[in-house]
T-cell receptor, first 114, second 118 residues
Framework: DGGITQSPKYLFRKEGQNVTLSCEQN?????MYWYRQDPGQGLRLIYY???????QKGDIAEGYSVSREKKESFPLTVTSAQKNPTAFYLC?????????????FGPGTRLTVT | AQTVTQSQPEMSVQEAETVTLSCTYD???????LFWYKQPPSRQMILVIR??????QNATENRFSVNFQKAAKSFSLKISDSQLGDAAMYFC???????????????FGTGTRLTIIP
């Protein structure tokens, strides 16, 4: 089946540890995005990538890092520098460079840091 | 910078009735896209409907339609014949037409939680 896979669905980490969230897609979409969702707030953009080996910071990139070595994969690392890492993280993709194309979302990963 | 405001944190509607969710936005751009996304309890974000700002005709997708008032910067979602499966958080989102760096993102409102009363 074509789609976006985020694993795991729930992730628990101790404070001070880095953690990497996985996002894989087999839609052959060019652009990929990471959003963060907190209670009572809308989604906020962390990083996005339009092509392999290139990515751009979003609104809240501090404390996060990404890589885009393959078209299919866009992992997000939450570093110990992120002050409030507990949140729901959503990965999204968009087809091509056309401005009409909407973003499609994965199922998300709930990260809890204690 | 663009902002999106959803002033109704919660709404409820009787099954089979019609409900309208409000969204306003602020932008200096003349061309852009607006979206409504649905997030059910599974938390998967699902696109409900899309509107291009240059189109005067309101978008419609089955039981979902929008009332797009460009001058008022208003983009409301109407759900007709509400069903139990419509219960979810609904997010309004804005995207610039420009696809160069810095305009790729969706700007989301804070959401409206819709409850369907059987």
């Amino acid at each position: 089946d074509g789609g976006i896979t985020q694993s795991p669905k729930y992730l628990f980490r101790k404070e001070g540890q880095n953690v990497t969230l996985s996002c894989e897609q087999n839609l052959n979409h060019d652009a990929m995005y990471w959003y963060r969702q907190d209670p009572g707030q809308g989604l906020r953009l962390i990083y996005y990538s339009q092509i392999v080996n290139d990515f751009q910071k979003g609104d809240i990139a501090e404390g996060y890092s990404v890589s885009r070595e393959k078209k299919e994969s866009f992992p997000l690392t939450v570093t110990s520098a992120q002050k409030n890492p507990t949140a729901f993280y959503l990965c999204a993709t968009r087809r091509g460079q056309g401005t009409t194309y909407e973003q499609y979302f994965g199922p998300g990963t709930r990260l809890t840091v204690t | 910078a663009q902002t999106v405001t959803q002033s109704q944190p919660e709404m409820s509607v009787q099954e089979a009735e019609t409900v309208t969710l409000s969204c306003t936005y602020d932008t200096s751009e003349s061309d852009y896209y607006l979206f409504w996304y649905k997030q059910p309890p599974s938390r998967q974000m699902i696109l409900v409907i899309r509107q291009e700002a240059y189109k005067q005709q309101n978008a419609t997708e089955n039981r979902f339609s929008v009332n797009f008032q460009k001058a008022a910067k208003s983009f409301s979602l109407k759900i007709s014949d509400s069903q139990l499966g419509d219960a979810a958080m609904y997010f309004c989102a804005y995207r610039s037409v420009l696809s160069n760096f810095g305009n790729e993102k969706l700007t989301f409102g804070t959401g409206t939680r819709l409850t369907i009363i059987p």
